[in-house]
C-alpha cells in the first residue's frame, strides 16, 4: 500500500506550512507543554496520543477555553467507555461560538444562500442578539438545563439560533431534517421527549416547494412532552393553533446569558441509522464537542476569522453540527438550503464561488456526480479563494482526487476525511502541512490514537484491518439516552475488543502514515452522506401487503458510486409488476427519504437469517462485492445456506 502512490497528487508549499495554526501550534506547545518542536506533523501527532493531558490541556489554551469554574486535572478517569474529562470544570458551547461578537460585530456570521444562490448576511452582532432573545423566551417557557429542545428544520439561520440558544440555556439540542418522514422522525424524537419543538410549514428543494404542516400535524400529535412549538413561516403560511411565531421570540434586544454547565453536561443528541432497531440517540457533551471541535476546525482545517466555512449538509446529518462548529474559530458559516443539484450540477460550485468559500466540503459521491456529468469548476466559476475541498461521507475513490486536481486547481488542498456521528469529529483527514496521495486521507487526527487491527487485537500496517481508536477522545458520547446501564453503548462499540473503541469501518494504516477507508464493515446505508439503517427501510416497505420479507444492502462501488438494492421475499400470490414496484417506490420516499429509494428492487426467493432470526445483511453485502460464499459466511450460523446462492450468482453476473 505505502508505494502505490509514490509521487503526492499536492504538497503544500514552505509559506503554507509555515503560517499554518498546526504548525504555530506546535512550535507554542513545545515551549509551554513538553511537545517536541522538530519533525513535524507525524511527531506532533504521537506526542498528542501518547500525552493525551499536556495535548488537550495546550489545545484549551491555544483556543483560549473560557473555564468559569478550573478543572481539576485533564482527564479524571481514562477508561473507555466511561472516560472524565476536565472533571470540576464548567464552562458554555453557546458563548465560544459568538465570542467573535465582541470584536467583529458587523462582520457576517452567517452566510444563508438559497436555490437563488444569492447570500444573504447574518453579522456577528445580530445573531448574538437573536440568540439572547431566543434563550430568554426559552427560559420563560420554563426550559431548563437538560431539557431537551427539537428542530424539524432545514439548513437555515433559525436552524443555528436554537441551537445557540438552546445551549445558553443549558438545554440539549436535538434535530431532523424536514425531508424525513413523520415516523423517521418520531423513531428519534420520541426517545428523549423534547419539550419544545422548532418547526417550518414546508421547504424548498429541486425548484418545488414542499409543504409539511401534515407532518407537523401529526409530530405535536405523537410528542405529549411537548410545552411550546415555534412556527417558522419559510412557505409563508400562518401559523396553525396553539404554536408561537418565530419573530416573536427572537425581536427582543436582550444580552444572552449563557448557563455555565459542566464539562460533561449534554449539547446535543445525534442519531445512529437504526441498522437493528431504533436510532442510538447519541448524547456528546459542551466541553467535549468544543474541544474536539476547536481542534478539527481550527488545526486540521486550519479556519480563522477571515475564513469563509461551506459544508453541504442536511441538519439531519452530523456534518451540520460540525458545520455550525465553524463560529468557534470566529469563521463565517456558509448555510445552503436547496438540492445539491439544482439548478443544474454545478449548483454547489455556484454557491462557493458567491459566497467566496475558502474552505468547501460535500460528498464524495456529488465529486462523482460532478465528474459524470462533465462539469468543470475551475473553468466555469471563480473558486480562487477555496483553498481547500474536502469529501466525506463515503471515501472519495482516486478518479475524484484527480477530477478535483484536474478540474478545479493543481494548487488545491483535497482532503477526504472520515469519522462518525458517534464522535460528531473526524478520525483521519485534513492537514494542512502534509501532502495529498491518491484515494488516500493524509493522517490520523491530532489527539485520536487511530489503529487498524486484525481480529486478535494485533495492529496492522499496510493491512486491511477493523478501525479502532486506543485512547477517549474529549467527545465520545457521554451516553445513550434511555440506556441506564450502558449496555447498548457498550455492546455498539466495546464489545469487539474490551477498553477499545471499535468503528464498523475497514481502514488500512500506511507506512507512510496516511490511511485508507474502504466502507463500512457493518451495514449501515449511506446516501449522499445520509446514514440510514435498513430497520427504517423494512419497517416502511413490509408494511405493504404484498411484501413478506426484504433485505436492503448499500455497496460501495470501484467508481465512486453507491449501488443499493432492495430485494423482496413476496407473498403467495404477488407479483412484483410496476405498480408495486412504484408502491415500494413511493413509501420509502413519503415515509422515509427520498434519497434512500432503492436502485433496484429484485425478486428473491427467501431471505436468509442467523439462526436467532436476524437477516444476515453484513454477509449478504460481502457476497455482492464478490467475495467467496466460504469466506463471506459462517455456514453453521444460517438457517438456510441455499437462499445464499441466488446472491453469490447475482454478484457473478454483475461482475
Given at each position: 500500500m505505502?508505494?502505490?502512490?509514490?509521487q503526492p497528487?499536492w504538497?503544500?508549499?514552505?509559506?503554507?506550512?509555515?503560517?499554518?495554526q498546526?504548525t504555530r501550534?506546535?512550535?507554542w506547545?513545545a515551549?509551554?507543554h513538553?511537545?517536541p518542536?522538530?519533525?513535524?506533523?507525524?511527531?506532533?501527532?504521537?506526542?498528542?496520543?501518547?500525552?493525551l493531558?499536556?495535548?488537550?490541556?495546550?489545545?484549551?489554551?491555544w483556543?483560549?477555553?473560557?473555564?468559569?469554574?478550573p478543572?481539576?486535572?485533564?482527564?479524571?478517569d481514562?477508561?473507555?467507555?466511561?472516560?472524565e474529562?476536565?472533571p470540576?470544570?464548567?464552562l458554555n458551547?453557546?458563548e465560544?461560538?459568538?465570542?467573535?461578537a465582541?470584536t467583529r460585530?458587523?462582520?457576517?456570521?452567517?452566510?444563508?444562500?438559497?436555490?437563488?444562490?444569492?447570500p444573504?448576511?447574518?453579522?456577528?452582532?445580530e445573531l448574538?442578539?437573536?440568540?439572547?432573545?431566543?434563550?430568554?423566551?426559552l427560559r420563560?417557557?420554563?426550559?431548563r438545563p437538560?431539557?431537551?429542545?427539537?428542530?424539524?428544520?432545514?439548513?437555515?439561520p433559525?436552524a443555528?439560533?436554537?441551537?445557540?440558544?438552546?445551549?445558553?440555556?443549558?438545554?440539549?439540542?436535538?434535530?431532523?431534517?424536514?425531508?424525513?418522514?413523520?415516523?423517521?422522525?418520531?423513531d428519534r424524537?420520541e426517545?428523549?421527549?423534547?419539550?419544545v419543538?422548532?418547526?417550518?410549514?414546508?421547504y424548498?428543494y429541486g425548484?418545488?416547494?414542499?409543504?409539511?404542516?401534515?407532518?407537523?400535524t401529526?409530530?405535536?400529535r405523537?410528542?405529549?412532552?411537548?410545552?411550546?412549538?415555534?412556527?417558522?413561516?419559510?412557505l409563508?403560511?400562518?401559523?396553525p393553533?396553539?404554536?408561537?411565531?418565530?419573530?416573536?421570540l427572537?425581536?427582543?434586544?436582550?444580552e444572552?446569558?449563557?448557563?455555565q454547565?459542566?464539562f460533561?453536561?449534554?449539547l446535543?443528541?445525534?442519531y445512529?441509522?437504526?441498522?437493528t432497531?431504533?436510532?442510538?440517540?447519541?448524547?456528546?457533551?459542551?466541553?467535549?464537542?468544543?474541544?474536539?471541535?476547536?481542534?478539527?476546525l481550527g488545526?486540521h482545517?486550519?479556519?480563522?476569522?477571515?475564513d469563509?466555512?461551506?459544508w453541504?449538509?442536511s441538519?439531519?446529518w452530523?456534518?451540520?453540527?460540525?458545520?455550525?462548529s465553524?463560529l468557534?474559530?470566529?469563521?463565517?458559516?456558509?448555510?445552503?438550503?436547496?438540492?445539491?443539484?439544482?439548478?443544474?450540477?454545478?449548483?454547489?460550485w455556484?454557491?462557493?464561488?458567491?459566497t467566496g468559500?475558502?474552505?468547501?466540503?460535500?460528498?464524495?459521491?456529488?465529486?462523482m456526480?460532478?465528474?459524470k456529468?462533465?462539469?468543470?469548476?475551475?473553468r466555469?466559476?471563480?473558486?480562487?479563494?477555496?483553498?481547500c475541498?474536502?469529501?466525506t461521507?463515503?471515501?472519495?475513490?482516486?478518479?475524484?482526487?484527480?477530477w478535483?486536481?484536474?478540474?478545479?486547481?493543481?494548487?488545491?488542498?483535497?482532503?477526504?476525511?472520515?469519522g462518525?456521528?458517534?464522535?460528531?469529529?473526524?478520525?483521519?483527514?485534513a492537514?494542512?502541512t502534509?501532502?495529498?496521495?491518491?484515494?488516500?486521507l493524509?493522517?490520523?487526527?491530532?489527539?485520536?490514537?487511530?489503529?487498524?487491527?486484525?481480529p486478535?487485537g494485533?495492529?496492522?500496517?499496510?493491512?486491511?484491518?477493523?478501525?479502532?481508536?486506543?485512547?477517549?477522545?474529549?467527545?465520545?458520547?457521554?451516553?445513550?439516552w434511555?440506556?441506564?446501564?450502558?449496555?447498548?453503548?457498550?455492546?455498539?462499540?466495546?464489545?469487539?475488543?474490551?477498553?477499545?473503541?471499535?468503528?464498523g469501518d475497514?481502514?488500512?494504516?500506511?507506512?507512510?502514515?496516511?490511511v485508507?477507508i474502504?466502507?463500512?464493515?457493518?451495514?449501515t446505508l449511506?446516501?449522499?452522506?445520509?446514514?440510514m439503517?435498513?430497520?427504517?427501510?423494512y419497517e416502511?416497505?413490509?408494511?405493504?401487503?404484498?411484501?413478506k420479507?426484504?433485505?436492503?444492502?448499500?455497496?460501495?462501488?470501484p467508481?465512486?458510486?453507491?449501488?443499493?438494492?432492495l430485494?423482496?421475499?413476496?407473498a403467495p400470490?404477488?407479483?412484483?409488476?410496476?405498480a408495486?414496484l412504484?408502491?415500494?417506490?413511493?413509501?420509502?420516499r413519503e415515509?422515509?427519504?427520498?434519497?434512500?429509494?432503492?436502485?433496484?428492487?429484485?425478486?428473491?426467493?427467501?431471505?436468509?437469517h442467523?439462526l436467532t432470526?436476524?437477516r444476515?445483511?453484513?454477509?449478504?453485502?460481502?457476497l455482492?462485492?464478490?467475495?467467496?460464499?466460504?469466506?463471506?459466511?459462517?455456514?453453521?450460523?444460517?438457517?438456510?445456506?441455499d437462499l445464499?446462492h441466488?446472491?453469490?450468482?447475482?454478484?457473478r453476473?454483475?461482475?
Amino acid at each position: 500500500m505505502s508505494t502505490v502512490n509514490p509521487q503526492p497528487l499536492w504538497q503544500p508549499d514552505p509559506q503554507r506550512i509555515a503560517r499554518s495554526q498546526v504548525t504555530r501550534f506546535q512550535a507554542w506547545a513545545a515551549e509551554h507543554h513538553g511537545a517536541p518542536a522538530d519533525g513535524g506533523y507525524e511527531v506532533l501527532h504521537r506526542w498528542s496520543v501518547d500525552e493525551l493531558e499536556p495535548f488537550w490541556e495546550a489545545v484549551t489554551q491555544w483556543f483560549d477555553v473560557r473555564f468559569s469554574t478550573p478543572y481539576a486535572r485533564v482527564l479524571g478517569d481514562r477508561s473507555m467507555p466511561g472516560a472524565e474529562w476536565f472533571p470540576g470544570a464548567t464552562l458554555n458551547y453557546a458563548e465560544h461560538a459568538l465570542r467573535a461578537a465582541e470584536t467583529r460585530a458587523d462582520e457576517p456570521a452567517l452566510l444563508s444562500v438559497d436555490e437563488t444562490h444569492e447570500p444573504t448576511p447574518v453579522t456577528w452582532s445580530e445573531l448574538r442578539r437573536q440568540v439572547g432573545s431566543l434563550a430568554a423566551e426559552l427560559r420563560a417557557l420554563g426550559v431548563r438545563p437538560g431539557d431537551r429542545v427539537s428542530g424539524y428544520l432545514p439548513n437555515i439561520p433559525q436552524a443555528v439560533v436554537a441551537l445557540l440558544a438552546t445551549a445558553a440555556v443549558g438545554a440539549v439540542w436535538t434535530s431532523c431534517a424536514p425531508d424525513f418522514g413523520a415516523r423517521s422522525v418520531l423513531d428519534r424524537f420520541e426517545q428523549v421527549e423534547p419539550v419544545v419543538l422548532f418547526t417550518v410549514d414546508g421547504y424548498r428543494y429541486g425548484g418545488k416547494e414542499h409543504d409539511r404542516r401534515e407532518t407537523v400535524t401529526e409530530l405535536r400529535r405523537e410528542l405529549p412532552s411537548l410545552r411550546a412549538v415555534v412556527h417558522i413561516p419559510l412557505l409563508g403560511t400562518e401559523a396553525p393553533e396553539g404554536a408561537l411565531e418565530w419573530a416573536d421570540l427572537t425581536r427582543a434586544d436582550t444580552e444572552p446569558v449563557f448557563e455555565q454547565v459542566p464539562f460533561a453536561h449534554p449539547l446535543w443528541v445525534l442519531y445512529s441509522s437504526g441498522t437493528t432497531g431504533l436510532p442510538k440517540a447519541i448524547v456528546q457533551s459542551q466541553g467535549g464537542i468544543l474541544v474536539e471541535h476547536l481542534k478539527q476546525l481550527g488545526l486540521h482545517c486550519d479556519l480563522g476569522p477571515g475564513d469563509r466555512f461551506f459544508w453541504y449538509t442536511s441538519t439531519g446529518w452530523m456534518m451540520w453540527n460540525f458545520l455550525v462548529s465553524g463560529l468557534l474559530t470566529g469563521t463565517t458559516v456558509v448555510l445552503y438550503d436547496g438540492s445539491p443539484g439544482y439548478p443544474d450540477t454545478g449548483a454547489q460550485w455556484r454557491v462557493a464561488e458567491r459566497t467566496g468559500a475558502t474552505f468547501y466540503g460535500t460528498s464524495a459521491a456529488y465529486v462523482m456526480a460532478c465528474r459524470k456529468a462533465d462539469v468543470h469548476p475551475g473553468r466555469d466559476f471563480d473558486l480562487s479563494k477555496v483553498k481547500c475541498v474536502a469529501t466525506t461521507g463515503s471515501p472519495l475513490p482516486p478518479d475524484g482526487f484527480r477530477w478535483l486536481h484536474d478540474e478545479v486547481r493543481e494548487d488545491l488542498w483535497i482532503a477526504s476525511v472520515s469519522g462518525g456521528t458517534d464522535v460528531c469529529s473526524c478520525f483521519a483527514g485534513a492537514v494542512p502541512t502534509l501532502p495529498v496521495h491518491i484515494g488516500e486521507l493524509q493522517a490520523p487526527s491530532l489527539g485520536t490514537d487511530l489503529q487498524s487491527w486484525d481480529p486478535s487485537g494485533k495492529p496492522l500496517i499496510d493491512e486491511v484491518g477493523e478501525l479502532v481508536v486506543a485512547n477517549p477522545m474529549p467527545s465520545m458520547p457521554i451516553h445513550f439516552w434511555n440506556d441506564p446501564d450502558g449496555s447498548r453503548y457498550h455492546d455498539s462499540y466495546f464489545d469487539t475488543y474490551p477498553g477499545v473503541w471499535r468503528h464498523g469501518d475497514w481502514i488500512t494504516l500506511t507506512s507512510r502514515g496516511s490511511v485508507v477507508i474502504h466502507g463500512r464493515s457493518d451495514s449501515t446505508l449511506n446516501r449522499q452522506g445520509v446514514r440510514m439503517g435498513s430497520a427504517d427501510i423494512y419497517e416502511a416497505v413490509e408494511r405493504l401487503p404484498e411484501i413478506k420479507e426484504s433485505l436492503v444492502i448499500g455497496i460501495e462501488q470501484p467508481d465512486g458510486g453507491y449501488w443499493m438494492p432492495l430485494f423482496v421475499h413476496l407473498a403467495p400470490g404477488a407479483v412484483l409488476d410496476q405498480a408495486l414496484l412504484d408502491r415500494i417506490k413511493r413509501t420509502i420516499r413519503e415515509n422515509l427519504s427520498p434519497r434512500h429509494i432503492p436502485d433496484e428492487v429484485i425478486e428473491v426467493p427467501g431471505i436468509p437469517h442467523t439462526l436467532t432470526g436476524k437477516r444476515i445483511e453484513v454477509p449478504v453485502k460481502r457476497l455482492l462485492q464478490g467475495t467467496s460464499l466460504e469466506k463471506a459466511v459462517n455456514p453453521g450460523s444460517i438457517d438456510n445456506l441455499d437462499l445464499l446462492h441466488f446472491y453469490e450468482d447475482l454478484a457473478r453476473k454483475r461482475a
